[in-house]
């Protein structure tokens, strides 16, 4: 028998991280595949407001009443766009993370070749030289940064597109390539953040298609482990939300994210309320 336990597991044992608690509040049943959400004060009061880019529409739900507004329809190639192309070097290009840090604007795009780094350097971008490749092995489809126990930074990704592998491995080393979940069909939201108030991230990820429990859903992963190889898992949505995208953010202020998901055969808008009764600090 060991003499002695490692010490990220005696400390999980002393403090261990609450258990997540989410309240569900339906503020959309009629949404046609909910695309894409983000989260911005769009009136101007301070709150932070949802914006849904959906089938043929792009609205928002103002904080507070939640009232849906349009914001455009209907759009075309003919309405006035401007855009900038930075990269046209991949195939089948599928989600990003867009970083800030001391070395300035980096992209993760997701793809079917892996995940590309991309840099800006004087308002040009390019292939980042000391490690243009996070990982290249598997295609991806929603690609996330998060923090480990340590402050040691992982990339969470959804493998491979549209698929059913949740994975976490260290930059640029995809020999840590550990996979933390498999039971998913159409694997399309993820997100990376600390809900619990432990001080390294969670992981939120969300499938839209039933998987082999016939069940669609949002599953919260929390580790209090340096490797992150070790994780607990805890489901969010069960069976409810066909999920096409989700974001995290506080939206009343009360000092804990939220989670915010769209459907898309569900065809709902949800938010699940932070309810976790004991925030670690």
């Known amino acids: 028998m060991p003499l002695f336990l490692p010490l990220f597991f005696l400390l999980s044992i002393l403090n261990p991280p609450p258990v997540p608690k989410f309240e569900a ?3 959309d049943k009629n949404v046609s595949i909910g695309y894409g959400l983000a989260i ?18 792009i609205v928002w739900y103002r904080n507070g009443d939640w009232k849906r507004f349009v914001m455009a329809e209907n759009l075309t190639e003919r309405d006035s766009w401007h855009y900038r192309l930075i990269d046209s070097s991949m195939h089948m290009t599928h989600n990003l993370e867009v970083l800030e840090d001391q070395d ?20 040009n971008w390019q292939m980042a030289e000391e490690q243009p490749w996070v990982e290249h092995n598997f295609g991806v489809g929603e690609v996330r940064r998060i923090v ?27 020999n840590s390539r ?7 069909n159409q694997g399309h939201a993820l997100a990376g953040a600390d809900l619990l108030g432990s001080g390294n ?7 839209r298609n039933p998987n082999t429990d016939q069940k669609v859903g949002i599953c919260l992963l929390a580790s209090q482990d340096p490797t992150a190889h070790a994780w607990q898992e805890y489901v969010v949505d069960d069976n409810t939300m066909a999920c ?16 915010i998901a769209a459907g898309r055969d569900s065809h709902n808008l949800i938010v699940y309320w932070n309810r976790t ?5």
């Open 201 to 207: 991230s969670q992981i939120v990820v969300g499938w």
């Open 277 to 281: 009764e004991k925030i670690a600090r």
């Open 40 to 57: 911005g004060d769009v009136d101007g009061d301070r709150k932070p407001d949802i914006l849904l880019a959906d089938q043929k529409q």
């Open 104 to 123: 300035g604007t980096r992209i993760w795009l997701g793809g079917k070749e892996g995940i590309k780094v991309l840099t800006s350097q004087g308002g």
């Open 244 to 259: 096409e995208d989700l974001q995290v953010a506080d939206l009343n202020k009360d000092g804990k994210l939220d989670i």
């Open 178 to 184: 550990h996979i933390l979940k498999e039971n998913m």
């Open 148 to 174: 480990g126990v340590n402050g040691q930074p992982f990339v969470a990704a959804i493998e491979p597109m549209h698929g059913n592998q949740l994975t976490i491995y260290k930059p640029g080393d995809t």
């Open 25 to 27: 509040q339906v503020l």
